[in-house]
């Protein structure tokens, strides 16, 4: 039992026209992009003539790798990889497709027992791989094939290198992916899992199936959902009913199984079918979704019922990945930057150099595009470089390489601290160049005026300046009566660590810097 259920009857031969063969260059001939409404409140890639795929890279990696090399167990095989999604690349730009590619870059705290369950099953299959070459000396069977190591990023970079358009997901990845397909007006979904099926896409492709033949076609079968919702005689919200009873990682199967008990489902190989066809007859007598209350009780008996919350959840969850939920519950346009600019206050200047500088800043945040994917290098990106080499030119430099022992003795002579003391206790010792920026050491230090310690400015035997931060007085004078004291032992150390843990400084994050990696790990 599982939702897995619903995408092995989807793909049974007992559904007449569930899965339908297909050429995607052929269907890419005759589709015609309908114009999408232009929205002003973030910038939507171009729209043409084209067929526009999105792909969920986790359910075809053995495709992108290019199916199954005899080899793969001795190492990546890179460079076949690379040359075959060359091939696929070239044939698709001349079919007029355009694809993005997304992978998984959440950590979904509420599957891990999906992903526990998946890598115990990859390691079960490499234990067996293992075993094969050992005592036969051959390369293992293909449905052994496992994925390689760090495939994922060299995917990536192979996508990137080719032009195709890669991307990231942050917070849940089946809903981040058909939410982009809904926004971005794409034709086609490329998966195999059945979450995807309940949330109805436009035209729903297998990625498994995918494969570019010899005389250049790029075949696959297509997912008829209509055909699934007209053999089972239900509505596209009661297959959403239907996913959240078969069991998920919202609400498992465990906690289902006297329900099963009662409709007559079993767990087998080949019981998937029967299933399938059992929960539709069920699901046909429950009231609509829309109350959800009523839909409780029908099922449940009480409204109070434990399993109650999750049910909820678990419905409004594949709801949402519904055309209609996606438009009902999609998350309000972000403002834009012009009216951003506008609410916030400007910073008092000091003097008029900073407010050359603050113009500048402004100006340069202003006309920086970050809505570009990584693949899409733009002139602005050197530019940023250049500022970012002209900011970093007299950065600190925090090495003891060349450090005099002497000098730190003639430091200790004069009480600033003690040689005996752990590196800890002094917090950072920091060689700078003598120039007009040595004036915010300690703010490249990440420490304010007056909140961790003093800067003493010593000077070096080589024309440089030596800053020494010292800690503030209650940690040297708890350091130096710790020596003094009979019990100097664990307890003036666990004073020390004490002391330096509560001075210790955590620097704030720019919410531009938040903003930009944030973008940057979904477009990567």
Known sequence: MGVGDLQTFLESPSLEGGAVSVDLLKIARNVTQRQQPHNTNRKIRPIGNKLKLIIDAENCLDRLYGGYFSDWACGGQWNRMVQFLSLLTRAIERGNIELAVVFNGTIEQCRMNEWVAEQANIRQRVGMVLKHINTKATPPPKIWWAPPTCLRSALRMALRHLGVTVMCTMDDHHQEVIAYCREYGFHGLLADDAEYAAFDPPRYFSAENLKLTYKGSVETKEYMISELTKTLKVTQEQVCIMAALLGNFLLPESDLQDLYKKLGLTKGENSAESNIKKLAEYVGTLPSPSNMDVLVVAVFGIPEDKRASKFRQSVQYYLNGTASGFLKYCTPPTKSKKDKNKAQPQAPVSNEKDAANNVNVKTDDHDLDTS?????????????????????????????????????????????????????????????????????????????????????????????????????????????????????????????????????????????????????????
């Open 372 to 524: 570009g994917f990584a693949s899409e290098t733009t002139e602005q990106e050197q530019e940023t470089l250049q500022n970012y080499k002209q900011a970093t030119a007299h950065s600190v430099v925090t090495s003891f390489d060349g450090l005099d022992v002497n000098l730190l003795k003639n430091i200790n002579s004069g009480k600033f601290i003690s040689i005996n003391e752990p590196y800890s206790a002094v917090y950072k010792l920091s060689f700078i160049d003598d120039s007009p920026l040595s004036s915010d050491s300690s703010r490249f230090n990440g420490i304010s005026n007056g909140s961790v310690g003093s800067v003493k400015s010593i000077p070096g035997s080589s024309g440089q300046r030596v800053n020494l931060l010292v800690g503030n007085s209650s940690s040297s004078n708890t350091s130096e009566n710790s020596k003094n004291s009979p019990n100097s032992g664990s307890g003036s150390q666990k004073a020390q660590k004490q002391s330096v843990s509560n001075n210790a400084v955590t620097p704030s994050v720019s919410p531009d810097v938040l903003r930009t990696a944030s973008l940057r790990h979904q477009k990567v």
